[in-house]
């Protein structure tokens, strides 16, 4: 069976420091995979999705950035944090006919 | 784009009473997946019902249910003989098939009366 594994679990990170959090997933192939953000008590925003190795759109143009260095490994990374990083990130992946499924997130605190 | 609409920010229910969820979606295609996630305090994403437009039959999954009905564009979720433990954040979401972007709804809060 598939599972998705998303780490780390809670960071704390002062301002202008760098960030990567990584995400991998295992029994399937190919998966597409995203990273969503979610700020206290809102919504899910897309952040940036990959359909295959290097290929990354991103929907939101910020001071984060996304890599797929192998087809079950995502990661999001800034070189310099900001208070407005703050939040809680969702990695999650599907494929063309499913519905998504989530890591068990990450809590970031930016200060 | 598509965009999903949950327009009910917070729900309450009492314990063992029934609860139903709106949700409305805008689209133009005819083949697509809407789905029903539940987010606990514990804030991990979890599945709770799927349903393919193509399929008359609404989904039920134990004490959760779906009326869908296409033509409104509508999907909303009821909840049956509510427990403590389904007090979460309830999130609507749609896909078309084929497609590679799920569209979320800005989700309902769902509290648990005992």
């Known amino acids: 069976s598939q599972t998705i594994h998303q780490w780390p679990a809670t960071l704390v990170q002062p301002v202008g420091s760098p960030l990567s959090l990584e995400c991998t997933v295992e029994g399937t192939s190919n998966p597409n995979l995203y990273w969503y953000r979610q700020a206290a008590g809102r919504g899910l925003q897309l952040l940036f999705y990959s359909v295959g190795i290097g290929q990354i759109s991103s929907e939101v143009p910020q001071n984060l950035s996304a890599s797929r260095p192998q087809d079950r490994q995502f990661i999001l990374s800034s070189k310099k944090l900001l208070l407005s990083d703050s939040g809680f990130y969702l990695c999650a992946w599907g494929d063309r006919y499913t519905e998504a499924f989530f890591g068990q997130g990450t809590r970031l605190t930016v200060v | 784009a598509q965009t999903v609409t949950q327009s009910q920010p917070e729900m309450s229910v009492q314990e063992a009473e029934t609860v139903t969820l709106s949700c409305t979606y805008d689209t133009s295609e005819s083949d697509y997946y809407l789905f029903w996630y539940k987010q606990p305090p514990s804030r991990q994403m979890i599945l709770v019902i799927r349903q393919e437009a193509y399929k008359q039959q609404n989904a039920t999954e134990n004490r959760f249910s779906v009326n869908f009905q296409k033509a409104a564009k509508s999907f909303s979720l009821k909840i049956s003989d509510s427990q403590l433990g389904d007090a979460a954040m309830y999130f609507c979401?749609?896909?078309?098939?084929?497609?590679?972007?799920?569209?979320f709804g800005t989700g309902t809060s769902l509290t648990v009366i005992p």
């Open positions: 979401a749609y896909r078309s098939v084929g497609s590679n972007q799920f569209y």
